[in-house]
């Protein structure tokens, strides 16, 4: 069996950025494994109608692939995706990526310094380093609701959606009012006879001002590429001035929370309703939610919020505590993801046989978001304690691409066995960051996605996109135990 | 021994019922003679009202709660009031009382009340709110189905009362657990907390609306030509389970409501002067001092699938 000096779990934003960083480092010789049958992940998959970053499309890419094109301030997913695919394109990834290989398991031999990969119905694969690049929003989650077998209409997951079915004239329900919800609403009430959104908490809600980027702008951006990261950087330091307001509670947090009012107060007349749509937890501490167009959408005379605790689903539609059946031909579940923030995506057993779900179990943890000791030559992408709360996602993987392309190019360059963070290492940079997590919006009392049942944050980071970004700048060797390979044993010359 | 809250939140979601569990069209509605059907029509829209005020209440506490359990709690119990409006008024519905579409409209004391909380419920603490919507619950709620629970035959009535008082019976016991929570805040916090909700103006129109409320309903029993000492002995329970617990007790504002539970219970209190006079006063208040009814009073319905 051949090893491969990389595998890459994952052809979503992650893998294939991961592929571009190794291939600009001189590496060639890695390999992408991808379930699905196109590449995009969570851009792949959610399709459904609205779908939009709500991250400037500036700072929502990559700086190493530049697209002077982005049609608005904030893209679509299709813009987004045709971008992932053009990347794909432009460094002749395609050839690299093994489609329909999902990934049932990882192990590593220590004697050989090497992984090998188990994937479903398919020979294993051995690679010298891994890149789990399966990403945080990779599994549609249904939420935990009674009797949800017992509904008989349609049911459709905002993350894997029906193109097939016709709204039109249907009565839809969706259950959730997150990020997916406050896009796909506007736009379902434009098409179904009547529209039933079923709120459990109300997020704070924040304009979103999306303009279209004039030709002449483009033009600049193409001819004059140092534009382009002016534009980012204003960008950039946009958000992270918004981080002193959102991820810590400050004097600024009410700021955020005067603005999402007005908001609210301008769109909104009715009180009561206000009062529904009113949050109950400081700004930031779960999803800030970018859209102008859900509150006029929830005031059309086709849509109604309702507040109601959902009781449990029916043959015919959904049963709330006010004893009403809230009949529906179709169910949304815009209801997030089955994100890990204990156990892992797959099974992954390190050094000693050891499990890392297992180590997880309370909730995930790793170096600097990027590596677990006792599991070397490993890296991942979206890892425990990496997720920005007011800045783009791009920036903290781009940091993390080239923290660890760096770690695999000294694998290789150096002919390492091993390389593994050391465990003490570990230990103080989790602790420092729970206390810096203490004082931030996340943890400040709400149940968000962000944490565990204990209410454990292994999710976000309690900093600047800057810090978080600077502390991957530089891969200090002296933090992991460095295993080079034992040099072949000299052939001993035949005796005649 | 303290209240296991998560417990009974599972049983409260364990224990969800709805209108379409319910055989409207059951036989039985036959049973209401035309001269209780009369006396019974302004009685059940007034029963229907007062499940609002009671949600309304609960809607408050579910955003003053201490923990995330006891507000799902209250957000149940916000719905649970309305679930009982609603199958009171399905109930009126089956017996032909309602004309069309129109939902009846309460008396004008239970309209100041759903005025008062609408406007000031949501800035009063949980210690004042705690306190009075089980005064309110065992009063007014309690009493009243009770009454209906022993004088009304129709089976379809008894299974939905059968259904509503065991929701009420969790209400209760979780509104006198958090009483007893309550209670174990230090007496300064306490009694900051009483000065601080008495001094504010908005708190006399509450006074001056909760006051009359009791005595209409009194004379509403009167009217059904039920002795009044069914409300009586309601308004007594809340004293009597209050004592049970030793930090309850401790709570100024129990006290005060238990105080003025002991004046409407006594006929020959000079506190009826005053009571009974506000409720000729309050009927004569004028309609078009009375605000809009806010949005949620709309959300009532008979239908038990929307």
């Known amino acids: 069996m051949k090893t491969i000096d990389v595998a890459i779990i994952g052809a979503g934003f992650a893998g294939i950025g991961a592929a571009i960083r190794l291939r600009q480092k001189g590496i060639h010789d890695f390999t992408l494994f991808e379930r699905g049958t196109k590449i995009g992940g969570t851009w792949r998959d959610n399709t459904y109608p609205g779908a939009a970053c709500d991250i400037p499309s500036r700072l929502y890419s990559y700086s190493f692939a530049r697209n002077p094109d982005w049609s608005h301030t904030y893209s679509g997913s299709n813009e987004i995706l045709g971008y992932i695919e053009s990347m794909a394109a432009d460094y002749g990834l395609h050839e690299r990526i093994r489609f329909g290989h999902t990934v049932a398991g990882i192990e590593f031999d220590e004697s050989a310094g090497h992984w090998t990969i188990d994937i479903e119905g398919r020979d294993p694969v051995r690679a010298r380093s891994v890149v789990l690049a399966s990403g945080p929003l990779a599994n549609a989650s249904f939420p935990a609701i009674r009797g949800i077998e017992d509904y008989e209409g349609h049911k459709i997951h905002s993350a894997r959606w029906d193109h097939d079915y016709d709204f039109t004239g249907k009565k839809v329900a969706v259950v959730g009012t997150g990020a997916s919800a406050v896009q796909i609403i506007p736009e379902l009430v434009k098409q179904a006879a009547s529209v039933k959104v079923f709120q459990r908490t109300p997020g704070w809600v924040l304009p979103r001002v999306n303009r279209r980027t004039s030709p002449l702008l483009k033009q600049l951006y193409r001819q004059v590429p140092a534009s382009e990261s002016l534009a980012r950087q204003a960008w950039f330091y946009g958000h992270e001035s918004v981080a002193l307001g959102v991820v810590w509670n400050t004097p600024l947090t009410r700021v955020v929370e005067m603005v999402g009012k007005a908001q609210l107060r301008r769109q909104v007349k009715d009180p009561w309703l206000r009062r529904q749509l009113t949050p109950d937890f400081r700004a930031g501490c779960k999803r800030l939610l970018m859209t102008d167009d859900y509150y006029p959408a929830l005031q059309q005379d086709n849509c109604k919020l309702i507040t109601w605790p959902i009781a449990r689903l029916s043959e015919k539609g959904i049963r709330t505590a006010e004893g009403v059946e809230h009949q529906a031909d179709c169910i949304v579940f815009a209801t997030g993801f089955d994100v890990s923030k204990a156990g892992t995506p797959i099974p992954i057993v390190g050094r000693d046989g050891r499990v890392l779900a297992q180590e997880w179990s309370k909730g995930a943890y790793a170096y600097k978001s990027v590596a677990v000791s006792g599991y070397p030559n490993l890296f991942f992408t979206f890892g425990p304690n990496s997720g920005p709360g007011h800045n783009s996602a791009l920036v903290y993987m781009e940091a993390q691409l080239d923290y660890l392309s760096g770690a695999i190019k000294t694998i290789l360059d150096r002919d390492l066995r091993l390389l593994d963070v050391r465990r003490e290492k570990q230990d103080r940079y989790n602790a420092a960051i729970q206390r810096r997590l203490t004082a931030t919006t996340w943890n400040s009392g709400c149940h968000s996605w962000y944490l565990t049942e204990d209410g454990f944050n292994a999710t976000m980071y309690p900093g600047f996109a800057t810090q978080y970004v600077n502390q991957l700048r530089t891969l200090k060797l002296d933090d992991y135990e460095v295993v080079e390979s034992v040099p072949a044993r000299p052939k001993i010359a035949a005796v005649s | ?306």
Not at chain 2, 149 to 154: A, F, K, S, T, Y
Not at chain 2, 218 to 229: C, H, K, L, S
């Open chain 2, 1 to 306: 021994m303290a209240m296991d809250f998560d417990d009974m939140l599972r049983k409260i979601k364990d224990r969800q019922w709805a209108l379409a569990d319910i055989e409207w069209d059951a036989p039985g509605a036959e049973m209401i003679s035309p001269e209780l059907h009369a006396k019974l029509k302004p009685f059940m829209a007034d029963l229907m009202w007062i499940e609002n005020v009671g949600a309304r209440g609960f809607a408050a506490m579910a955003k003053k709660a201490p923990t995330e359990t006891l507000r799902e709690i209250y957000r149940y119990f916000h719905a649970e009031e309305q679930k009982h409006a609603n199958a009171e008024l399905a109930l009126m519905r089956r017996w032909g009382m309602l004309d069309g579409d129109e939902i009846p409209q309460p008396n004008i004391n239970v309209k100041l009340v759903i005025d008062f909380l609408d406007q000031y419920a949501d800035s009063m603490s949980l210690s004042f709110l705690g306190t009075v919507i089980p005064m309110l619950e065992v009063a007014l709620d309690g009493a009243l189905v009770k009454f209906i629970m022993d004088e009304i035959e129709d089976p379809v009535c008894q299974e939905v009362f059968k259904r509503i008082n065991a929701d009420e019976s969790r209400h209760l016991a979780v509104d006198f657990a958090v009483m007893d929570v309550l209670g174990h805040a230090e007496i300064r916090k306490l009694l900051i907390e009483l000065v601080g909700g008495w001094v504010k103006p908005t708190f006399m129109i509450g006074v001056l609306s909760y006051v009359p409320l009791l005595n209409k309903m009194r004379d509403n029993i009167v009217a059904m030509g039920v002795d009044e000492e069914k409300l009586y002995a309601a308004l007594k329970r809340y004293g009597n389970v209050g004592e049970r617990s030793e930090f309850a007790r401790r709570l100024p504002m129990y006290q005060i409501v238990k105080m003025h539970g002991g004046w409407v219970i006594n006929r020959h209190h000079p506190y009826h002067l005053v009571a009974d006079a506000l409720v000729k006063i309050t009927a004569r208040v004028p309609k078009v001092l009375l605000r809009k009814d806010p949005t949620w009073s709309k959300e009532i319905t008979y239908e038990p699938a929307a």
